[in-house]
Each structure stands twice: as structure tokens, then as C-alpha cells.
């Protein structure tokens, strides 16, 4: 298994920019979300999926997009990107979140964006 | 709203030494609680689950443990080695409703030195 992917590694984008931070899964896992990490600060979760063509909103939504039409995609969209968004992005995902036994959360490297 | 405190911020020590790691949180409603290890650069790494109905869970020299009512998990490094050292992390976890709701503290630096 690959695990949990995400791509691209590193963007550079302008304000005003918009894109999408793709990750995907090979774990056939059920929950799926999406955390920005600054520095001095924990991770945030900004948006979260627990299966296909269900989504909501985390800590920090504004200014992100998502969907989750497959059980293995999970895309983040920035829909006009601003400095404030410079971060690294991290994708994870668990197997179900009704199993009280199997909820390790799976994390991808990370990608990480500078809004100039 | 549930915030996580993690105690030391950063650590130094030498090769061999046993180490505790703190993670105290305000909410005690919690669902479960993981740490986990993040190498410079990279992803987190799960290193233990605890389940709110369990006190402690150890895999090889690591041990964490779980006191719902005081707010507190402890992270215990036997024997700590150069390889060791990374940024540990605990992510509180709860539910609210049909969501689960993680929380992460702002991890503890450590750097076990030979």
C-alpha cells in the first residue's frame, strides 16, 4: 500500500491564485480530512469527510473547498488564495469512525504552500 | 472549546535517559487520544491509540497513559536513543454528535543527543 499521497510537495502561488491539493488513499478508509499546520500553533482541521459525497466543516473552513465524490480522493481546493493561507497542508485518513478499535489516523507528508 | 497544553515545549537530554512527556487537556469528555511523532519535514507518525475507557497502552519502549478526570496523558520513553528525536504530538479527540472533533496540542521538541 502507498498509504495516504499528496501532491503537489511545494506551491508557490500569488493572491488572488486558485488551486487544488490533491490526496488520495489506497487504505479503503472511511474518514478522510484535511489539517494546515503554522508554526507555534497545533494542527486545525479544516474540513473532514466520513465517506463518499459526505463532507463538513472543521476548526477553519473559510477559504476552502472540498468533495469527496470517490472513497479514495479527497481534494482541497483553495478557491482565491491569500497570504494568510501560507502553511503546510496535511491530508489523513482512518479506517472507520464507528470502530472503536481501528481509528488510527493515517497521515500524508504534507504539502506545503506559500501564498506571496 | 477543548485546548490542549503540551509540557515541555522542547527537551534536550542525553543518550539512555527515561523521559515523560505531558499532554493535558480541558475538555474530559474525550473520545479517544493519540500521540504521535513528526520527523523535520515530514508527516505525523501514530505511535499510540488510548481509548477513553483505557488507562494505558505501551508498544516496545513507549508507554502512554490516560487519567480522563484529571485532563492528563503522560508519553514515557524508556532508554532514549538519537533516534528519538523528533516533535511528539497529542491530538485529543472528541464527539460531538455524529462528528469527531480532533484537537491537537503544539507538540513537545525533542533532541536526544549521544
Known amino acids: 500500500n502507498a498509504g495516504v499521497t499528496q501532491t503537489p510537495k511545494f506551491q508557490v502561488l500569488k493572491t488572488g491564485q486558485s488551486m487544488t491539493l490533491q490526496c488520495a488513499q489506497d487504505?479503503?478508509?472511511?474518514?478522510m480530512s484535511w489539517y494546515r499546520q503554522d508554526p507555534g500553533m497545533g494542527l486545525r482541521l479544516i474540513h473532514y469527510?466520513?465517506?463518499?459525497?459526505?463532507?463538513d466543516q472543521g476548526e477553519v473552513p473559510n477559504g476552502y473547498n472540498v468533495s469527496r465524490s470517490t472513497t479514495e480522493d479527497f481534494p482541497l481546493r483553495l478557491l482565491s488564495a491569500a497570504p494568510s493561507q501560507t502553511s503546510v497542508y496535511f491530508c489523513?485518513?482512518?479506517?472507520?469512525?464507528?470502530?472503536?478499535?481501528?481509528?488510527?489516523?493515517?497521515f500524508g507528508p504534507g504539502t506545503r504552500l506559500l501564498v506571496l | 472549546k477543548q485546548e490542549v497544553t503540551q509540557i515541555p515545549a522542547a527537551l534536550s537530554v542525553p543518550e539512555g535517559e527515561n523521559l515523560v512527556l505531558n499532554c493535558s487537556f480541558t475538555d474530559s469528555a474525550i473520545y479517544n487520544l493519540q500521540w504521535f511523532r513528526q520527523d523535520p519535514g515530514k508527516g505525523l507518525t501514530s505511535l499510540l491509540l488510548i481509548q477513553s475507557s483505557q488507562r494505558e497502552q505501551t508498544s516496545g519502549r513507549l508507554n502512554a497513559s490516560l487519567d480522563k478526570s484529571s485532563g492528563r496523558s503522560t508519553l514515557y520513553i524508556a532508554a532514549s536513543q538519537p533516534g528519538d528525536s523528533a516533535t511528539y504530538l497529542c491530538a485529543v479527540i472528541l464527539r460531538s454528535g455524529g462528528s469527531y472533533i480532533p484537537t491537537f496540542g503544539r507538540g513537545t521538541s525533542l533532541i536526544v543527543h549521544p
Open positions: 489523513a485518513s482512518s479506517y472507520s469512525v464507528t470502530s472503536r478499535w481501528v481509528e488510527t489516523q493515517y
Open positions: 487504505m479503503n478508509h472511511e474518514y
Open positions: 469527510s466520513v465517506g463518499a459525497g459526505i463532507t
